[in-house]
């Protein structure tokens, strides 16, 4: 059974920092590129950043680039998200996701689409204050 579990959101003051994780478990993770996408209430889920099935590439929504970055550790199944510089805008609930395509070779184009995941965690909530 497939499970991914985001930890690390909260309360932060504007320019403050975060650092979001997702464990993952019941495939091989090391296999497939993850992604993190967060939603607003009455809002379609947005693209955040993606990295590659091994750490080499990452692709960043233009709105977070420079502030936000991805990582992944394959010897312990986790992705995070490290923010900083933190804005009222970035207040949403945060999701990880699992790529559906096998070692994908190009990271661009489809993978900032949600329908290209067919994993997801629960969420986790990230709120900034102004």
């Known amino acids: 059974q497939v499970q991914l579990v985001e930890s690390g959101g909260g309360l932060v003051q504007a320019g403050g920092s975060l650092r979001l994780s997702c464990a993952a478990s019941?495939?091989?993770?090391?296999?497939?590129?993850m992604g993190w996408f967060r939603q607003v209430p009455g809002k379609e889920r947005e693209f955040v950043a993606a990295?590659?099935?091994?750490?080499?590439?990452?692709l960043y929504a233009d709105s977070v680039k420079g502030r936000f970055t991805i990582s992944r550790d394959n010897a312990k199944n986790t992705v995070h998200l490290q923010m900083n510089s933190l804005k009222p805008e970035d207040t949403a609930i945060y999701y990880c996701a699992a790529d559906s395509s096998l070692r994908r070779t190009v990271l661009a184009g489809t993978i900032t689409n949600s329908r290209t995941y067919n994993y997801w965690g629960q969420g986790t909530q990230v709120t900034v204050s102004s």
């Open positions: 019941g495939f091989t993770f090391k296999n497939y590129a």
């Open positions: 990295i590659s099935w091994g750490g080499a590439r990452t």
